[in-house]
C-alpha cells in the first residue's frame, strides 16, 4: 500500500528553534510539493520540486523556510528561526507526471509554536 | 496570478444531492482537480477535468466549461460520512502549478 510518509506527526517548539520536516514520497513519484494549512489561509503551496528540482518556491518566506530534496526519497523543511505565525499543518505531497492532476497527500506534521 | 472561488459552507440533506461550484481565474489552464479533506485528516484526490463536461466516478461527478472558468463538484444520494471540506484546484502554468481554493464545507444533516 504505497503512500507518503510524513515525520514527525507533531511537533511543539519555542519561538526561535529550527523545525526540520521530512517526506517520503510515494516510490516512483518525481514531483513532490508543500503545503502549509491554516483556518485563516486555507492551502498554500510553498514549494514543489519536480525530478528534486526545484520549480516554485514562491509561496515560501525565504528568510526563514527552505525545501530540498537531497534524494528521491526524501524532501525536507526547514524553518529557522521559527516564529508562532508558523504555526500550521504543514502537507507534503507526491504525484507522477503521468497523473500530475493526482496529488497524494501525507497525513501532516502539525506545528505549534510557542 | 490564479484566483479561485467557492462557497464557504453548504448544508444538504442525507439522500440528497448537492452542487459546489468553482470559478477560477488563471493564465495557461491545464485542468480542474477536486479533492475531499475529512476534519484532521489529509486532501485525498476526487476528480479531474481537463475538457468540458461530466466526468463520473460512482456517486460523485465533476463538471468543466473552460469558456466559462467554471466547475462543479455534484454529490448525489448524500451519505453522512461525505461530510467534509471539498476543495477545487486548477492546474496551471508551463510547470503544472496547483493552486486550492478556499474550500467548502459541506454538513450533512439527518
Known amino acids: 500500500d504505497a503512500r507518503v510518509t510524513q515525520t514527525p506527526r507533531d511537533k511543539v517548539t519555542e519561538m526561535g528553534q529550527e523545525v526540520t520536516m521530512r517526506c517520503q514520497p510515494i516510490?516512483?513519484?518525481?514531483?513532490v510539493f508543500w503545503y502549509r494549512q491554516t483556518m485563516m489561509q486555507g492551502l498554500e503551496l510553498l514549494a514543489y520540486f519536480r525530478n528534486r528540482a526545484p520549480l516554485d518556491d514562491s509561496g515560501m518566506p525565504k528568510d526563514r523556510f527552505s525545501a530540498e530534496m537531497p534524494d528521491a526519497t526524501l524532501a525536507t523543511l526547514k524553518i529557522q528561526p521559527s516564529e508562532p505565525r508558523d504555526s500550521a499543518v504543514y502537507f507534503c505531497?507526491?504525484?507522477?507526471?503521468?497523473?500530475?492532476?493526482?496529488?497524494?497527500f501525507g497525513p501532516g506534521t502539525r506545528l505549534t509554536v510557542l | 496570478g490564479q484566483s479561485l472561488e467557492q462557497p464557504s459552507e453548504v448544508t444538504a440533506v442525507e439522500g440528497a444531492i448537492v452542487q459546489i461550484n468553482c470559478t477560477y481565474q488563471?493564465?495557461?489552464?491545464?485542468?480542474l482537480s477536486w479533492y475531499q479533506q475529512h476534519d484532521g485528516g489529509a486532501p485525498t484526490f476526487l476528480s479531474y477535468?481537463?475538457?468540458?463536461g461530466l466526468e463520473e466516478t460512482g456517486r460523485f461527478s465533476s463538471f468543466l466549461s473552460r469558456s466559462d472558468s467554471y466547475g462543479y463538484l455534484l454529490l448525489q444520494e448524500l451519505q453522512m460520512k461525505d461530510s467534509a471540506s471539498y476543495f477545487c484546484?486548477?492546474?496551471?502554468?508551463?510547470?503544472?502549478?496547483?493552486?486550492f481554493g478556499t474550500g467548502t464545507k459541506l454538513q450533512v444533516i439527518p
Open positions: 484546484a486548477v492546474i496551471s502554468g508551463g510547470y503544472q502549478k496547483v493552486t
Open positions: 516510490l516512483g513519484h518525481n514531483t
Open positions: 488563471t493564465s495557461g489552464f491545464y485542468g
Open positions: 505531497a507526491s504525484g507522477s507526471l503521468d497523473t500530475y492532476n493526482e496529488q497524494f
Open positions: 477535468n481537463a475538457l468540458d
